[in-house]
Nanobody
């Protein structure tokens, strides 16, 4: 399976963006999916993840209710709706798949073995 992230852009603080991650092939719906981000000079960090069915989502503490992860398995697509964006949210955002057939969202990047190419999110103050 291949992942294609899109939807990034430039937005003012307080604004919103919706990121999409399209998985090629029907197997995309079989995996736990995660969103990570990496700012310049910083390590890649977990943002949110969602189970295979979409019933359970897990978020990093810094999200604080501002982001919502969802998925449409019929479209093999995972979304990250981001609201109340802050300048510190500026980063390249990546989607990733955990192909271990786990039922749980794991926050460690090493657990995800398929990655999309990333999409830049820039939040201006």
């Amino acid at each position: 399976v291949q992942l294609q992230a899109s939807g990034g852009g430039l937005v003012q603080a307080g604004g919103s963006l919706r990121l999409s991650c399209a998985a090629s092939g029907r197997s995309g719906s079989r995996y736990v999916m995660g969103w990570f981000r990496q700012a310049p000079g910083k390590e890649r960090e977990f943002v949110a993840g969602i189970t295979r069915s979409g019933a359970t989502a897990n978020y990093a503490d810094f999200v604080s209710g501002r982001f919502t992860v969802s998925r449409d398995n019929a479209k093999n697509t995972v979304y990250l709706q981001m609201s109340s964006l802050k300048p510190e949210d500026t980063a390249v955002y990546y989607c990733a798949a955990d192909t271990s057939r786990s039922e749980n969202v794991v926050r460690f990047a090493v657990s995800y073995d398929i990655w999309g190419q990333g999409t830049q999110v820039t939040v201006s103050s």
